[in-house]
């Protein structure tokens, strides 16, 4: 059964920093490309960014409003992605979720999410 | 970006009813659309990709129709599990987008 579950949310600053993580089970991990997508309270979906796979060298991509702040990883040994989060602002305030994408792009499963708050 | 447009927002229907629910992107996607649904606190659950292609363990009432740039999801008659907010969702070219999503509630 594929699992993935994210840890890491909590209440920041603006300007500040955190790092989230996405332990992942059930599937060879490094076969696949894994995405960040979150959701704003009472907002619908916004991608974030994507990590490609090993044979795909790794390679990311991101959405213009977090290109140049956050950073997407992954650790193929601890079947984890992770994505780092710098200059935060009010507006990334959102539930964080972690998804398994198929190689052509969509997602195919989620995690339960993680809150990241941003206030003073 | 692609943008997605989905309609309506807001859909009333009682249980039984047929549903269709339709996304329109601003260019041509071919076949590069999928479709979720998420129920309130949960983390959404794919139910379409490519289009009209069925993900395992969907229930065979959801089906998916379109290409090009006109695309709808339709549930052949509603059941009380199916009230939940529906997301169409491009993935033609970066950056991936989805609709504005349609949510289902009781009439």
């Known amino acids: 059964e594929v699992q993935l579950v994210e840890s890491g949310g909590d209440l920041v600053q603006p300007g500040g920093s955190l790092r989230l993580s996405c332990a992942a089970s059930g599937f060879t991990f490094s076969d696949h490309y894994m995405d960040w997508v979150r959701q704003a309270p009472g907002k619908g979906l916004e991608w974030v960014g994507r990590s490609r796979n090993k044979a795909n060298s790794y390679t990311t991509e991101y959405a213009a409003s977090v290109k140049g702040r956050f950073t997407i990883s992954r650790d193929d040994l601890r079947n984890s992605v992770y994505l780092q989060m710098n200059s935060l602002k009010t507006e990334d305030t959102a539930v964080y979720y972690c998804?398994?994408?198929?190689?052509?792009?969509?997602?195919?499963?989620w995690g339960q999410g993680t809150l990241v708050t941003v206030s003073s | 970006d692609i943008q997605m447009n989905q309609s309506p927002s807001t859909l009333s229907a009682s249980v039984g009813d047929r549903v269709t629910i339709t996304c329109r992107a601003s260019q041509s996607i071919s076949s590069w659309l999928a479709w979720h649904q998420q129920k309130p606190g949960k983390a959404p659950k794919l139910l379409i990709y490519?289009?009209?292609s069925l993900e395992s363990g969907v229930p065979s009432r959801f089906s998916g129709s379109g290409s090009g740039t006109e695309f709808t999801l339709t549930i052949s008659s509603l059941q009380p599990d199916d009230f939940a907010t529906y997301y169409c969702?491009?993935?033609?070219?970066?950056?991936?987008?989805f609709g504005g999503g349609t949510r289902v509630e009781i009439k």
């Open positions: 490519k289009a009209s």
């Open positions: 998804a398994r994408a198929d190689s052509s792009g969509y997602f195919e499963y």
């Open positions: 969702q491009q993935y033609k070219s970066y950056a991936l987008t």
